[in-house]
């Protein structure tokens, strides 16, 4: 098994650019999610999906999209790139929602 | 915000003590989750305490809940170099998930 597989490791944007994080999990979990890593602020939920189709806000998710359209697969969309959105992008998966999460070894993004 | 938050920011022992690292909290929760972050990886988790248990054990691991003070204990005994890395607390309330800023600790050889 290879857990939860995050691509890529490091992304370079400019200011008003879009990208995707890919995040895939090979462990038949329902519960994905995202979490960006700021220095000294721990880690803060973006989005998180209970099942396939279905998707819900977390703790900051302004800038951000995300669909759930395989129990594998959970990507997320950033829109217009900021320079707020400099971070470390966590994805995670768990079988169900409050269930130790398994993470991937992060996207570092930075935007100039 | 940060629901939970770690004390201490930083901790540094000798090979062979113990580290204890406290987490406190603000509103009601499910449970509790223990994760362990090395440099440059993703967290690993540790251990879940539930909301109505009040201590749990895993190999050098003891974590202590007391709900009514909204705060959780973890202690490493017989620390190895190899536990150097980032603690971190997270509370689980109906999907709502809130990771501390981390304790960062340092076992010297």
């Known amino acids: 098994n290879a857990g939860v597989t995050q691509t890529p490791k490091f992304q370079v944007l400019k200011t008003g650019q879009s990208m995707t994080l890919q995040c895939a999990q090979d462990m038949n979990h329902e519960y994905m999610s995202w979490y960006r890593q700021d220095p000294g602020m721990g880690l803060r939920l973006i989005h998180y999906s209970v099942g396939a189709g279905i998707t819900d806000q977390g703790e900051v998710p302004n800038g951000y999209n995300v669909s759930r359209s395989t129990t594998e697969d959970f990507p997320l969309r950033l829109l217009s790139a900021a320079p707020s959105q400099t971070s470390v992008y966590f994805c995670?998966?768990?079988?169900?929602?409050?269930?130790?999460?398994?993470f991937g070894d992060g996207t570092r993004l930075s935007i100039l | 915000s940060q629901q939970g938050e770690e004390d201490p920011q930083a901790l540094s022992i000798q090979e062979g003590e113990n580290a204890t690292m406290n987490c406190s909290y603000k509103t009601s929760i499910n449970n509790l989750q223990w994760y362990r972050q090395n440099s440059g990886r993703g967290l690993v988790h540790l251990i879940l305490i539930r909301s109505n248990e009040r201590e749990k054990h895993s190999g050098r691991l003891r974590v202590t809940l007391d709900t009514s003070k909204k705060s959780s204990s973890l202690l490493i005994t017989a620390s190895r170099a190899a536990d150097t890395a980032s603690y971190f607390c997270?509370?689980?309330?109906?999907?709502?998930?809130?990771f501390g800023a981390g304790t960062r600790l340092t076992v010297k050889p």
């Open positions: 995670a998966s768990s079988t169900r929602e409050g269930q130790p999460q398994h």
């Open positions: 997270a509370t689980d309330n109906n999907n709502d998930m809130r």
